[in-house]
């Protein structure tokens, strides 16, 4: 049960720290979205991964699967900034959901045991989340499909990584994070000065690392305590509060056809709780 309590916990995070990317990405290029993304995380992990690094060291391993999963983070972040710029959050964020679906599919992949009952849950869970989430009519060429995609499968590399893994969760965000503030800071240098960007722009990518950094402790304590693959599905759900932001803020519009993706969903998280319980 704790998964699916801690997924849920981490998806509303996540849910309103979509809202604040969408705000942020209507005012800066991707690069500089996810570059500011990374140095605000940074900022708050700082300090606790410090004195974690005071007492424990450092090893290689955990440098390691922190690179790949920073790579992977600075890919997935400019990526979704990319597709929310050019599309809108009710077409988005249930795409980038599915990175829950990878990081279950590695966890699958690596070892980590899931039962019939709970195979059948975590599909519903991912169809009712996408019943949920897509507008009808949705094509394949829409603009922003591709980046979201992208995005997923980078996020869900990132989550498999930090919930799949015992390497110490404030290490791995502070190698994280500055993976992605190196890279973009040394690519793009030239570019980053904070007044290039609107304050507004920065205030909503620290409230977005605020919910980032909650949603992150939520997951990994939920993957490993309990089990990956449920906890990624459930907080991968994070486009279900995301979506309902972005109908009360930004006046998009609900579709009667979600109401089914809403009961799909329901009964998924119905079975995981069965089969865990």
């Known amino acids: ?13 996540w849910g309103a720290g979509t809202l604040f990317l969408r705000s942020a990405s209507k005012e800066a290029e991707p690069y500089a979205i ?10 708050l992990v700082l300090v606790p991964s410090v004195i974690v690094l005071a007492r424990d060291g450092l090893d290689a391993s955990t440098v390691g699967l922190g690179v790949a999963a920073g790579a ?6 400019a990526s979704e900034s990319r597709a ?22 590695l966890g699958i992949l690596t070892g980590d045991p899931v039962t019939a009952i709970t195979a059948v849950g ?8 996408l019943g949920v989430g897509l507008p009808s009519g949705l094509r394949l060429g829409a603009p922003g499909i591709g980046w979201a995609v992208l995005a997923a499968g980078m996020f869900g590399i990132s989550l498999w990584v930090i919930g799949g893994t015992d390497a110490n969760i404030w290490t791995l965000l502070l ?21 290039k960007m609107p304050w507004r722009a920065h205030q909503s990518l620290m409230l977005l690392a605020v919910m980032n950094i909650g949603g992150m402790l939520s997951f990994a304590l939920g ?13 991968a759900q994070f486009a279900i509060p995301a979506i309902v932001g972005g109908y009360v803020l930004h006046k998009e519009r609900l579709e009667p056809k979600q109401i089914a993706g809403a009961v799909v969903l329901l009964a998924g998280v119905g079975l995981l709780a069965a089969s865990i319980g």
């Not at 996810?34 to 900022?43: H, M, P, V």
């Not at 992977?72 to 972040?77: L, Y």
Request: hydrophobic content about 60%; overall charge negative.
């Open 72 to 77: 992977a983070t600075t890919i997935a972040i």
């Open 84 to 105: 929310l710029d050019i599309s809108d959050v009710v077409t988005i964020a249930p795409l980038v959901a599915l990175e829950g679906a990878a990081a279950a599919g």
């Open 122 to 129: 975590l599909a519903l869970c991912v169809t009712g989340g």
């Open 34 to 43: 996810a570059f500011w993304y990374g140095f605000y995380n940074l900022l």
């Open 175 to 195: 190698v994280l994070n500055v993976v992605g503030v190196v890279v973009l800071g040394t690519l793009f240098r030239r570019e980053l000065h904070p007044t």
């Open 1 to 13: 049960m704790i998964s699916i309590l801690l997924g849920a916990c981490a998806a509303l995070f």
């Open 223 to 235: 993957a490993r305590v309990g089990s990956l693959p449920i906890t990624s599905v459930i907080a």
